[in-house]
């Protein structure tokens, strides 16, 4: 990925989207840019790359979580809606991290803070999550800390 936004890569996509006629694909990308709008006037901030992250995360796991809904009402063709626009969001997010990569940083993250029981685990997380935010699951990645810290 590179050093552009991605709000303004959304934007590129949009024209992108509009020119190709592709209604599907400009609804959901509008829907994020709605959503980017949004934080950045309610909080009256401009978004960085964290916050966006943040936001895309938040949009995927709602995402999964109404498509697990549909498919238990058996609503075939909702929760087809709800993959397609997950498949969308994610396009946007940077690839993800494996699994060894993820203890790496976080093995990395207890070194740097001298972290050495739960009560660090805030010093810790401070410098996790803008480094793996949308690229790891930052829950799955904090009950993972909890349980380092808590066995040392």
């Given at each position: 990925m590179s050093e552009q936004s991605i709000?303004?890569?959304l934007q590129e996509a949009v024209k992108?989207?509009?020119r190709?006629?592709?209604k599907d694909k400009l609804s959901v990308m509008r829907m994020i840019?709605?959503?980017f709008k949004q934080v950045e006037v309610d909080k009256r901030i401009e978004l960085d790359k964290t916050q966006e992250l943040a936001i895309l995360d938040r949009m995927e796991k709602q995402r999964k979580e109404a498509q697990e809904q549909f498919i238990q009402a058996n609503r075939t063709d909702l929760a087809e809606k709800e993959a397609y626009e997950i498949q969308v969001i994610q396009a946007f997010k940077p690839v993800a991290l494996s699994a060894k990569e993820v203890e790496a940083e976080?093995?990395?993250a207890i070194f740097e803070t001298?972290?050495?029981e739960a009560k660090d685990m805030g010093k810790v997380?401070?410098?996790l999550k803008p480094k793996l935010q949308g690229r790891a699951d930052i829950a799955q990645v904090s009950s993972h800390v909890k349980m380092l810290l808590a066995k040392e």
């Amino acid at each position: 990925m590179s050093e552009q936004s991605i709000k303004n890569q959304l934007q590129e996509a949009v024209k992108d989207a509009m020119r190709a006629k592709d209604k599907d694909k400009l609804s959901v990308m509008r829907m994020i840019l709605a959503e980017f709008k949004q934080v950045e006037v309610d909080k009256r901030i401009e978004l960085d790359k964290t916050q966006e992250l943040a936001i895309l995360d938040r949009m995927e796991k709602q995402r999964k979580e109404a498509q697990e809904q549909f498919i238990q009402a058996n609503r075939t063709d909702l929760a087809e809606k709800e993959a397609y626009e997950i498949q969308v969001i994610q396009a946007f997010k940077p690839v993800a991290l494996s699994a060894k990569e993820v203890e790496a940083e976080i093995q990395q993250a207890i070194f740097e803070t001298g972290a050495s029981e739960a009560k660090d685990m805030g010093k810790v997380m401070a410098i996790l999550k803008p480094k793996l935010q949308g690229r790891a699951d930052i829950a799955q990645v904090s009950s993972h800390v909890k349980m380092l810290l808590a066995k040392e």
